[in-house]
């Protein structure tokens, strides 16, 4: 479904209005209150887990004697484009980010150690270290990729990271969720109109209808791994 199919069984399903809305643009009333609840529901669906389907794969080409990178610098492998829509790297010992020098082609591949911010302070920032091939890669208190030694050449890492939420905003809009569970945006919004308008009919047959189908989703998309954080 998109935003506006969304927001029409939605509608629906509580009975606020005996129809529409045609649109999601330019509401007011109850409608723009129908839009806004569906909307923020997607948001907080995301917000709750680190889903798989948010999991994308980046390159990023370094510049020799540059060691720190943010998030832009980096393209998404998918869209072909640079990210824009960024929430965490996931890096750690079973998800080590790959290297190659540029010039010598993919089939110089190798892994990269990450490392946590502490190590890479007490190892590359005091003193003066050479540049060099990056041995290992390390997130900094704003969220940037830090590689030491900082690259003497141009060279390629790549690895994953986390998207930063889907904001619905047209009418057609499609969540990028799995389709199978795009209602548990609907039942997501049932709730806050339900404690809104101090409907318990609506309030429990959202609640107990999203607590069914979300229990699915963790069971597809819940995060079978670790994400960025402390590298034990």
Known sequence: ???????????????????????V???????????????????????????????????????????????????????????????????????????YLQSSGESAEYWVTPISWEQYRQIYLIGSTPNGPPAHVAVDPSNNLVLGPTPNDVYVLSGEYHRGSQVLAADDDTPEMPSDYHMLIVYAAMMDYGYYEVANEVLGRGREKHRRL???LEASQAPKIRMAGPLA
Not at 55 to 72: C, E, N
């Open 25 to 99: 643009v330019g509401q007011t009333g109850d409608h723009a209150k129908a839009v806004d609840w569906v909307s923020s529901a997607y948001v907080e669906l995301q917000n709750r887990l680190r889903w798989r389907w948010l999991r994308r794969r980046f390159t990023l080409t370094t510049a020799s004697g540059t060691k720190r990178y943010v998030y832009s610098d980096c393209t998404d492998v998918v869209a072909n484009e640079a990210i824009d829509r960024f929430r965490e790297w996931i890096i750690d010992r079973r998800n080590q980010m790959l290297c």
């Open 1 to 23: 479904m998109n935003f506006l199919q969304l927001v029409q069984r939605y509608r629906q399903e509580t009975g606020y209005a005996s129809t529409g809305p045609t649109t």
């Open 214 to 216: 979300l229990r699915q």
